[in-house]
């Protein structure tokens, strides 16, 4: 039971840090920013998804692969979607900021460590 208590006052701390620095900047602490950090990476949006159908089949590639309810951006590769987001069909976006903590000093594109 004592794991469950470690548990327990591990969430109660994390909980009363993240609403502490709800009014506070973030700061760096033993080498970690630490606070309410917004992503790094931006993620890939689409925007028109048959237009993201319609440049895929002229690509060469299954467009249609790609659709459900909506446009599966795991689906599409990485190095395709600069060419859709400049055709306008999908743009680049950056997530809610977050109560985390990551490397002082890291940029996008570096593994995040989140809490």
């Known amino acids: 039971m004592e794991w469950l208590r470690m548990e327990q006052s591990t969430k109660l701390r994390k909980d009363s840090l993240a609403t502490w620095f709800s009014e506070h900047a973030p700061m ?4 970690l920013t630490v606070g309410w950090l917004e992503p ?3 993620r890939f949006v689409t925007t028109d998804p048959m237009g993201i159908v319609s440049h895929l089949n002229a690509m ?12 599966d951006s795991k689906k ?7 060419a859709l987001v400049e055709a306008r069909v ?14 002082a000093g ?3 594109g570096d593994d995040e460590d989140g809490a």
């Open 106 to 108: 890291a940029a996008a």
């Open 40 to 42: 790094l990476d931006e």
């Open 76 to 82: 599409i590769p990485r190095d395709l979607q600069p």
């Open 60 to 71: 060469g590639l299954d467009g249609a692969s790609v659709m459900f309810t909506a446009i």
């Open 90 to 103: 999908a743009k680049m976006v950056r997530g809610k900021a977050q109560f985390k903590h990551r490397k």
């Open 28 to 31: 760096q602490v033993n080498g």
